[in-house]
């Protein structure tokens, strides 16, 4: 739902669900951002870009990128805390979810079977999302000046699933907003 919303805005500093939308700041680094989405008025987090942020040398690109990494998963992080919902409950964006690294795979298996409140939510996506963060960064002299966001050692850039996992659990943040400001249940487009 959120790559199809067009309008996008973002919360002021004194975050609240009673609290005005404004648009967001034209003063921004990154392409990742809150919104309300237009057809339930439930704030989400834009999806996360597929395209390389613009840079003027490769080193930079990169370093955008994992700044946006870092946003991506602060801002669901809050988002999910200001949820505030106590019941846990399954998280519905992991289900089909496969990756080719068996240790992630088996993490995302124990995610299938385990239930979280809103606040063990974002703690988790704080916690992969910021290891997705430190992956990206620790890995700059590796950095293939074509492909920035790629790595020359393929093998670890092929079992690197922290991304897919963290996108998986924003969108269930995603969600669990829209239930809220709903109050009904969604189902994982």
């Given amino acids: 739902m959120a790559a199809q919303t067009k309008g996008r805005e973002s ?53 955008k990128h994992f700044t946006e990494v870092e946003n991506f998963t602060f801002l669901a992080y809050t988002l999910a ?16 979810l496969q990756v080719p690294d068996e240790e992630f795979q088996n993490f995302i298996n124990e995610a299938k079977t385990v239930n979280l409140t809103d606040e063990e939510l974002a703690d988790t996506v704080l916690d992969v999302g910021i290891n997705w963060e430190h992956f990206v960064a620790s890995n700059d002299n590796l950095l293939i000046p074509e492909h920035p966001l790629k790595i020359t050692d393929v093998l670890m850039q092929e079992i690197d699933a922290l991304d897919i996992i963290t ?9 669990r907003s829209i239930e809220k400001k709903t109050g009904t249940k969604s189902r994982e487009s």
């Avoid at 009673?18 to 989405?37: A, E, G, H, N, Y």
């Avoid at 704030?43 to 870009?49: E, G, K, L």
């Avoid at 106590?86 to 992991?94: E, G, H, L, S, Y």
């Fill in 167 to 175: 996108e998986a659990f924003v969108r269930e943040v995603n969600l």
């Fill in 81 to 96: 805390h200001e949820l505030g919902g106590t019941t846990p409950r399954p998280i519905r964006t992991v289900t089909d």
């Fill in 11 to 63: 919360w002021t500093e004194d975050e609240s669900a009673r609290t005005t939308i404004r648009q967001s700041s034209p003063l921004k680094l990154s392409r990742v951002l809150r919104f309300v989405d237009q057809q339930t008025g439930a704030p989400q987090i834009s999806d996360f870009p597929d395209s390389n942020p613009a840079g003027d040398t490769p080193l930079e690109i990169r370093m």
